[in-house]
Nanobody, 127 residues
Framework: QVQLVESGGGSVQAGGSLRLSCAASGYTYSRNCVGWFRQAPGKEREGVAAIYTGNRSTYYADSVKGRFTVTQDNAKNTVYLQMNSLKPEDTALYYC????????????????????WGQGTQVTVSS
């Protein structure tokens, strides 16, 4: 059974940092697109970042470029999202998702492209 489990969310003040983790079980991130999405109340799910684990290529939404960094640890079968300079508008439930193949370059922020999803971890940024 495939499971993606996010962790690392929490509450921080504006300007702070958090690192989210997405650990996979029953699944290997080899040659996968692993994406990070977020959804705030009343808003659509938004793709914020992704990594193609085959060559570590990364992709970012304009709203997080220069602040968020996505990395992978193959030994731990885990993908991370380092979030710096957090803003109140970053407040949302953050999800990770994965799909085999190199689809990230084409459509990393499109939720239907992904096959597996985690349950989400809450990030709250106060001003």
């Amino acid at each position: 059974q495939v499971q993606l489990v996010e962790s690392g969310g929490g509450s921080v003040q504006a300007g702070g940092s958090l690192r989210l983790s997405c650990a996979a079980s029953g699944y290997t991130y080899s040659r996968n697109c692993v994406g990070w999405f977020r959804q705030a109340p009343g808003k659509e799910r938004e793709g914020v970042a992704a990594i193609y684990t085959g060559n570590r290529s990364t992709y970012y939404a304009d709203s997080v470029k220069g602040r968020f960094t996505v990395t992978q640890d193959n030994a731990k079968n885990t993908v991370y999202l380092q979030m710096n300079s957090l803003k109140p508008e970053d407040t949302a439930l953050y999800y990770c998702a994965a799909v085999s193949g190199a689809r990230c370059a084409r459509s990393f922020s499109n939720p239907p492209e992904y096959m597996y999803w985690g349950q989400g971890t809450q990030v709250t940024v106060s001003s």
